[in-house]
T-cell receptor
């Protein structure tokens, strides 16, 4: 158990819909990262938040957004869903500080999103 | 831009045999390097990491990796694999912009 929790575990929805994925980081970790894992794209970094502020952005679509709340949990919002958005979405947390640090990221179990 | 290449998509070894998973990275400076393992239906777990110093890094579950700057490689090894090692293995690099880039992964199959 990494200490990172993600809800829900599975999500099935229809194209055009909007969903919210939730992540609670390990106690004390200020950084939260979101990743998308699909068969064709592999594991892709989406976005990172540090203590409530956006820290780094990866291959995140404009239809997707995220935020980190004062209690440090994070939500990833996916809207206007397409079939190709079906994937496993991971959240990770770390005790990361500003600047490259190589801190270990602890991964949650993921949310499997299926868009029909 | 930094990148990671894992040239082997699938590898099959017999239980008890030695293992080497290849990883090549592209990065201008000395990177932070990681190996993660993902068991079916699970999230990723860190096996080991290289920041600096000794180029041979020991990890959990009997794994080790060697950083070779001249070859831009960070190959993962294990002297004797167990059936429970069957999983997908990801090499990753973190650059100065704090982004971690993962390789496509290598799926390890174990023959009894």
């Amino acid at each position: 158990d990494s200490g990172v929790t993600q809800t829900p575990k599975h999500l099935i929805t229809a194209t055009g819909q909007r969903v919210t994925l939730r992540c609670s980081p390990r106690s004390g970790d200020l950084s939260v990262y979101w990743y998308q894992q699909s068969l064709d794209q592999g594991l892709q970094f989406l976005i990172q938040y540090y203590n409530g502020e956006e820290r780094a952005k990866g291959n995140i679509l404009e239809r997707f957004s995220a935020q980190q709340f004062p209690d440090l949990h994070s939500e990833l919002n996916l809207s206007s869903l397409e079939l190709g958005d079906s994937a496993l979405y991971f959240c990770a947390s770390s005790g990361h500080l500003w600047g490259g640090s190589g801190y270990e990221q602890f991964f949650g179990p993921g949310t499997r999103l299926t868009v029909l | 831009a930094q990148s990671v290449t894992q040239p082997d998509i699938h590898i099959t070894v017999s239980e008890g045999a030695s293992l080497e998973l290849r990883c090549n990275y592209s990065y201008g400076a000395t990177p932070y390097l990681f190996w993660y393992v993902q068991s079916p239906g699970q999230g990723l777990q860190l096996l080991l990491k290289y920041f600096s110093g000794d180029t041979l890094v020991q990890g959990i579950k009997g794994f080790e990796a060697e950083f070779k700057r001249s070859q831009s490689s960070f190959n993962l090894r294990k002297p004797s694999v167990h059936w429970s090692d069957a999983a997908e293995y990801f090499c990753a690099v973190e650059g100065a912009d704090d982004k971690i880039i993962f390789g496509k992964g290598t799926r390890l199959h174990i023959l009894p």
